[in-house]
């Protein structure tokens, strides 16, 4: 069942339409929840993956409840979305990086560094055409501005932006 889900989603689903969309839209969302249920680790309940979503084989994902994926963003399949995680357009989030230790071989010959699992805490609000590179957590109630691209951590409730991101205040 999970394998046929994932083909189901990458040929049809993903190309259904927003939540947005009148009519259509909500129906369309409840009927991605219920194959991301069937192709996620785990999947809370009220998740929203928006059209064009892409997830990998998604074995690995969790994701929590009144969560959401969005549309045309990139997330690797072994992710750790929290409760109530807002996820803007076109965002990319890494799961592995080119290796480049070595001078004496090619980059393109060294293979892939590993990192642990990107973990998004609760409440937190990624803008749109973000980049989040690979290892990073993602603490609570933190806010990620548009077009930001997050190298590192940051503390409970921080708003970062920029590119580099750098902490722009904090929430508290």
Not at 71 to 99: A, F, Q, W
Not at 119 to 132: A, H, K, L, M, R
Not at 143 to 161: M, R
Request: overall charge positive; charged content about 15%.
């Amino acid at each position: 069942m999970r394998v046929f889900s994932i083909i189901l989603y990458y040929l049809i689903l993903n190309k259904l339409p927003h939540s947005t969309v009148p009519l259509v839209g909500l129906p369309c969302e409840r009927i991605k929840e219920f194959f991301a249920k069937k192709i996620f680790k785990n999947c809370g309940n009220n998740v929203n993956i928006g059209k064009g979503a892409r997830f990998g084989n998604g074995k690995n994902i969790i994701i929590g409840n009144n969560s959401s994926i969005g549309v045309n963003c990139k997330v690797p399949n072994n992710i750790i979305i929290g409760d109530d995680v807002m996820m803007g357009p076109n965002v990319t989030i890494y799961g592995s990086n080119h290796e480049f230790i070595r001078t004496d071989i090619p980059m393109i010959q060294q293979g892939y560094r590993s990192y642990p699992p990107i973990i998004i805490e609760d409440d937190v609000w990624i803008g749109g055409n973000s980049i989040i590179m690979p290892g990073l957590v993602l603490k609570k109630g933190t806010i990620i501005g548009a077009g930001a691209v997050v190298t590192k951590n940051f503390p409970e409730y921080s708003i970062v932006g920029g590119n580099p991101a750098k902490l722009i205040k904090s929430r508290i």
